[in-house]
């Protein structure tokens, strides 16, 4: 019901910061909880961050927790992920994600997905 796009990918340095986007068309956006998610070549899909219909409540994966914020604003259809000091570990296809269950960690529980945008972090 959620289409999903990603964008902000890109090659950066260790130590830089990318801030990913998510727009999203559809009417029931609001509606969904929104979540993030990477998978890097020869790995399963790794949950990153989660944020709440009305953006009051977040969870992080321990591997981002500090780095990066998950942020959402309804009035542009669109979720945010900033992503500070990166590091070559982090590289791998982001993909958003839309549950209609309260803050997720497993893909499973997701059916809207984008089609990811690569983020590539060199040494």
């Known amino acids: 019901q959620v289409q999903l796009v990603e964008s902000g990918g890109g090659l950066v340095q260790a130590g830089g910061s990318l801030r990913l986007s998510c727009a999203a068309s559809g009417r029931t956006f609001s509606s969904y909880t929104r979540g993030w998610f990477r998978q890097a070549p020869g790995k399963e899909r790794e949950f990153i961050a989660a944020i709440s219909w009305s953006g009051s409540s977040t969870y992080y994966a321990d591997s981002v927790k500090g780095r990066f914020t998950i942020s959402r604003d309804n009035a542009k259809n669109t979720v945010y992920l900033q992503m500070n000091s990166l590091q070559p570990e982090d590289t791998a296809v982001y993909y958003c994600?839309?549950?209609?269950?309260?803050?997720?960690?497993?893909?499973?529980?997701?059916?809207?997905w984008g089609q990811g945008t690569q983020v590539t972090v060199s040494s």
């Open positions: 994600a839309a549950s209609r269950v309260v803050l997720p960690t497993t893909p499973e529980r997701y059916v809207d």
